[in-house]
C-alpha cells in the first residue's frame, strides 16, 4: 500500500534543497509537484519542481475543486494537486509533499495516517542569517519571515518526527529512514 508523508518546517530552513538531495535516493517514493502562481526561479523548470500557472489559472485550480490544499506564501499562492497525491497511491506508489506548515497541517486532516516531517534549523541565529543570504529580502521582509518562522516553528508539536538540518547529509539519511519506515506500516 501506498503511504503519504509530508516535509515541511519554517521557510529558509532548506526544504527544498533537502528535497533535491533525496530525488534519487527514494525508490517507490514520487515527490509530488505542486502548482504556483510564483514565477520560476533560475533553473527551474515547469512541471519539474513546480507546474508554473498565473492568478487566473490558480484560481481555476481552486474552483475545479482541484487542490487537496493551498496556501499563501511571500506574495504568491501554492497548492497541493489532488492528482499528484491521488495518481501515486493508486500507483501503490508513496508520495512526498514539500508544504509549508499550514499545509502539512491540511494534509493530516485529509490523511490522518499521513507522516508529518519536522525540519528544524540548527539554531534561530542560523535560520536568520540564512534568510538574510538570500540577499532578495530587504530588512523589513527579513523581519517579518523571521516573525513568520517564529510562528512555524511553534507549531512543531503537531509533527511526527523532528529533523535537525545542521549536516544535510546526515538530516537526508535520517529523513530516508523514517521514510522507509513508513513505507513499510
Ligand atoms: P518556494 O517559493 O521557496 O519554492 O516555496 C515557498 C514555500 O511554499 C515553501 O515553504 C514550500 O514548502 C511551500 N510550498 C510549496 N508548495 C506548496 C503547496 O502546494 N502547498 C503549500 N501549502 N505550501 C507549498
Not at 40 to 68: K, N, T
Request: with cysteine.
Amino acid at each position: 500500500m501506498g503511504a503519504i508523508a509530508v516535509l515541511s518546517g519554517p521557510g529558509g530552513v532548506g526544504k527544498g534543497t533537502m528535497i533535491a538531495r533525496l530525488r534519487d535516493r527514494l525508490a517507490g517514493w514520487t515527490v509530488a509537484v505542486s502548482a504556483t502562481t510564483r514565477a520560476p526561479r533560475e533553473g527551474e523548470r515547469d512541471g519539474m519542481e513546480y507546474h508554473f500557472v498565473s492568478d487566473d489559472e490558480f484560481d481555476r485550480l481552486i474552483a475545479d475543486g482541484a487542490l487537496l490544499e493551498w496556501a499563501r506564501f511571500g506574495g504568491n499562492r501554492y497548492g497541493t494537486l489532488w492528482d499528484s497525491v491521488r495518481g501515486p497511491l493508486a500507483d501503490d506508489r508513496c508520495v512526498l509533499l514539500e508544504l509549508e506548515i499550514h499545509g502539512a497541517l491540511a494534509v493530516r486532516k485529509e490523511f490522518p495516517e499521513a507522516t508529518l516531517i519536522f525540519l528544524h534549523p540548527p539554531s534561530l541565529d542560523a535560520l536568520t542569517s540564512r534568510l538574510r543570504q538570500r540577499g532578495t529580502d530587504d530588512d523589513r521582509r527579513v523581519a517579518e519571515r523571521m516573525a513568520l518562522a517564529e510562528w512555524e516553528l511553534a507549531q512543531a508539536d503537531a509533527f511526527d518526527h523532528h529533523v535537525t538540518n545542521d549536516d544535510l547529509d546526515a538530516a537526508a539519511a535520517q529523513i530516508v529512514r523514517i521514510l522507509v519506515d513508513a513505507a513499510g506500516d
